[in-house]
């Protein structure tokens, strides 16, 4: 069967992939594809190239449902509001780490007790 | 799988197959659905790994460095090979599945034998990693306690690794018991060209397993 000769060629690429280390830095990208690229022959050479639609449709609805969580959940970390980002990322970090209360002068006066509390907008 | 068939007792009907069960109208068709289900459960299956993979990729969005230093500190060799012993694995049930269709049933139980003894082979690395990690402390969480990784994030890499290789070794585990079902079964010959169902599946979601180590082996390890 060709599987075998498949398989060997993908087991070279596993290897050869995995003395890449050398290279950093945007090399995972190209890691990444290479190695879903493989794992995608393997799933046709074995069940979904023989066999009805529906299957295969099930499949592809999978992969498009994982893509929206990685794509919308990545969109939203990375677009978070700086405050909310933890300690030593490398984004966001113009608020240090410890967030110190800003100086008197810039908030408005406290008010009596059962108001909000200092810095909170008013409720509109 | 829909194997059952006639109840204990009965006779199948006059001129029904042993293994068609009496909702379907065709021995195609029952094993056409069970395909389809076992997809719809891979399918969810993929989505339950595809949860952690999104955890992972939002902290290492996050801690970029500390991800990159701890993933270096891992053992490349114990993935890679770990890598091929799955493949290979892959390999062998693709034949055990080719020879039951073909009328083999002792070349599918060698093949199936070796699978198994690859999976084996391939929890004793893990175990093997998993020690080392103890004995360096590249600990999940608060027992964190590598001295040479301190970047801050560095812990929850080992708490996604844990975590991950955890339940890929879980599911490596029931895909182990399942292979072994279908190995007692197929040496008792009950699959052969006419009806392979049983072997068909549990090669699916052995692949399945394989897939997804696929895809964990270069986030955790190479990158």
């Known amino acids: 069967m060709l599987v075998w000769i498949a398989l060997v060629v993908l087991t070279i690429t596993t290897y050869v992939t995995g003395r890449m280390h050398l290279g950093t830095w945007a090399l995972p990208i190209a890691l990444i594809i290479a190695v879903t690229k493989s794992l995608l022959v393997i799933l046709f050479f074995m069940h979904l190239w023989e066999q009805k639609g529906a299957n295969r449709i099930v499949i592809a609805t999978s992969f498009v449902f994982v893509a929206l969580l990685l794509s919308l959940t990545l969109g939203d970390v990375a677009t978070r509001f700086s405050l909310s980002t933890p300690a030593g990322a490398p984004f966001g970090t113009d608020v240090p780490a410890q967030i110190k209360e800003p100086s008197p002068e810039h908030l408005p006066p406290a008010g009596p007790i059962g108001q909000p509390p200092r810095g909170v907008p008013e409720p509109k | ?223």
């Open chain 2, 1 to 223: 799988m829909s194997e059952a068939a006639a109840l204990p007792g009965e006779r199948p009907e006059h001129g029904a197959d042993v293994h068609l069960a009496h909702h379907f109208s065709s021995l195609e068709r029952q094993v056409e659905a069970s395909r389809l289900g076992m997809w719809l459960f891979l399918c969810t299956e993929v989505l339950l790994f595809a949860g952690l993979f999104v955890a992972y990729s939002v902290y290492r969005f996050s801690f970029p460095a500390a991800f990159a230093a701890a993933s270096r500190s891992s053992e490349i060799w114990a993935g890679t090979v770990n890598t091929l012993v799955l493949i290979s694995s892959s390999l062998t049930v693709a034949l055990a599945i080719h020879f039951a269709r073909t009328d083999r049933p002792r070349a599918a139980v060698v093949c199936l034998s070796i699978t198994i003894l690859f999976a084996l082979a391939f929890l004793g690395i893990k175990a093997i990693e998993y020690t080392s990690h103890f004995h360096e402390g590249q600990l999940p969480g608060r027992f964190y306690r590598y001295e040479e990784v301190r970047l801050p994030g560095a812990s929850m890499y080992w708490s996604l690794y844990f975590l991950m290789t955890g339940l890929h070794g879980l599911h490596v585990l029931i895909g182990m018991t399942v292979l072994s079902v279908i190995l007692f079964r197929t040496a008792h010959g009950y699959y052969s060209s006419h009806y392979y169902v049983g072997i068909e599946l549990a090669g699916l979601y052995w692949h399945l397993v394989d897939l997804i180590w696929i895809f964990l082996f270069p986030l955790l390890y190479l990158i």
